[in-house]
């Protein structure tokens, strides 16, 4: 009888356990679908990707240094902030990445082949704000690094909605009005012109990842899960490169595609490492910089993307450093310009001056870089810079990318303002703070400039 009893007893101990094992592991499914979804908040376009515990992410610290299991890592929740990236057939036509490649596109961005991205590069990719909206025409920008990528391919979206699509006023209305189709043709025909123009208007590269990995981890290269996977594919017309960034547009748009990287690896190979050996000088060895435990985008990188030649310097032409070495700035101009402006910068400082090539683009866009944060200007009169006279007073659009923008701040210039003009002005902000930063950089460009708000708080 007591037999019975202590079998009866184990048994419902046993069913017990198996009971509690069961609602363990049901709530532990439930815990990653919230955790999943949580951490996809305004994604208004679910996608079919699966959280990838055992990538990169998690044997990374913020340096980009990979990091034993277990070891300075995100918790397991974090790492669904970056799906699986969009993943294309090995059979669509493209060649595989080689060891060789990826050892020099290490190189090349990081000065060694063991860094790997940053988290927050990782999660960068280009997105838009809802289609006929205020901002319809900008992208959706985050921080660290990638930031800077994402508003200067900013600019070539706004001059292909402005000045080069067909049929369309160039107007301000005109930008708010853009549908969902539209912005993504400015996205596809501003990565296609980046691209062409990097590869000397004779090739453009386009990188995606494939679902195979060709290169494996040797002790001299630490692999990300993400590289060893590309397919490269070249294109000699511009139009045809444009067609397949937009037949594949989802992985430079889709969330946990790795866009931002992916356009930039796109860049570096239409650019080719032979030219980048030529655009460079002894100041510049490597495109990325490390910086408050990520990576920022040096000067370079930038006017790859403006000019098409990673010329380290912002002045025009060539000049003699220090010690008489030969420093490469930018040689002509582009459609897209450049202004900046820092409360630390030395202006005795001839070789931080941006040159009349970047400050007088031919198109009036610039990408700004304003103590060190990156903005866009811009007017919807093509013929601003061509035409002396309409220098005298237009209207300038500024778009700063922070959340809190809800639409493009509208600034009146008046380059013929009386003196007491400006002196009210100086008077209204005080003696140490006369301007904001934002009306400095147009004073780089305009010096003698008033600058009207239009009702707007200026930005301190």
């Not at 990097?198 to 040797?218: D, F, N, P, R």
């Not at 692999?223 to 590309?230: G, Y």
């Not at 009146?412 to 100086?426: G, P, V, Y």
Request: glycine share 6%; net charge neutral; charged share 20%.
């Amino acid at each position: 009888m007591n037999m019975e009893v202590s079998g009866q007893e184990q048994s419902s101990e046993q069913l017990d356990l198996e009971d509690i094992s069961r609602k363990i592991s049901f709530l532990d499914k439930w815990r990653q679908i919230f955790s999943y979804h949580r951490l996809r908040t305004n994604n208004t376009t679910p996608q079919n990707h699966e959280c990838n515990h055992t990538s990169a992410d998690e044997n990374e610290d913020t340096t980009g240094i990979p990091q034993p299991k277990g070891q300075g890592h995100l918790p397991s929740s974090g790492l669904c902030s970056i799906p699986k990236p969009s993943i294309i057939s090995s059979k669509l036509g493209g060649f595989p990445i080689s060891l060789a490649m990826t050892t020099k596109l290490r190189q090349i961005l990081f000065g060694n082949t063991v860094r790997v991205f940053s988290y927050n590069w990782k999660k960068a990719y280009f997105r838009f704000h809802d289609p006929f909206s205020e901002l319809a025409f900008t992208l959706e920008v985050g921080k660290g690094g990638a930031r800077s990528i994402q508003m200067a391919v900013q600019g070539s979206i706004i001059k292909y909605l402005l000045f080069t699509r067909k049929g369309k006023d160039c107007n301000l209305g005109s930008l708010r009005e853009i549908s969902k189709k539209e912005q993504d043709q400015a996205l596809a025909a501003a990565l296609a012109g980046i691209l062409w123009a990097a590869g000397a208007a004779q090739k453009a590269t386009i990188c995606l990842v494939s679902e195979e990995t060709y290169v494996a981890s040797t002790p001299d290269y630490s692999v990300d899960n993400f590289t060893e996977r590309l397919q490269l594919f070249e294109f000699l017309e511009k139009e045809a490169a444009e067609k397949f960034i937009y037949d594949h547009l989802q992985c430079f748009r889709g969330e946990g595609s790795h866009g931002v990287i992916l356009f930039l690896y796109s860049l570096i190979f239409s650019r080719t490492f032979e030219r980048l050996q030529m655009d460079l000088d002894v100041t510049t060895t490597q495109l990325l910089q490390p910086n408050a435990g990520g990576f920022l985008c040096r000067q370079a990188v930038l006017n790859m993307i403006l000019t098409g030649r990673a010329s380290p310097h912002v002045f025009n032409g060539c000049e003699k450093g220090k010690s008489q070495e030969t420093l490469h700035g930018v040689l002509t101009r582009s459609d897209v310009g450049y202004l900046q402006w820092g409360k630390d910068a030395l202006e005795d400082d001839r070789l931080s001056q941006v040159g009349s090539m970047l400050k007088t683009p031919k198109l009036p866009i610039w990408l700004c870089n304003i103590n060190g944060n990156y903005s866009i200007l811009f007017c919807t009169n093509r013929q601003l810079l061509t035409d002396w006279k309409m220098e005298r007073r237009f209207d300038l659009y500024f778009y700063s990318g922070q959340p809190s923008q809800k639409k493009p701040v509208h600034l009146t210039i008046d380059t013929h303002s009386h003196h007491w003009e400006r002196d009210q002005q100086e008077d209204k902000h005080g003696p140490r703070q006369r301007f904001s930063p934002v009306e400095m950089a147009i004073r780089t460009k305009w010096s003698e400039a008033t600058i009207n708000w239009n009702g707007t708080v200026p930005f301190f």
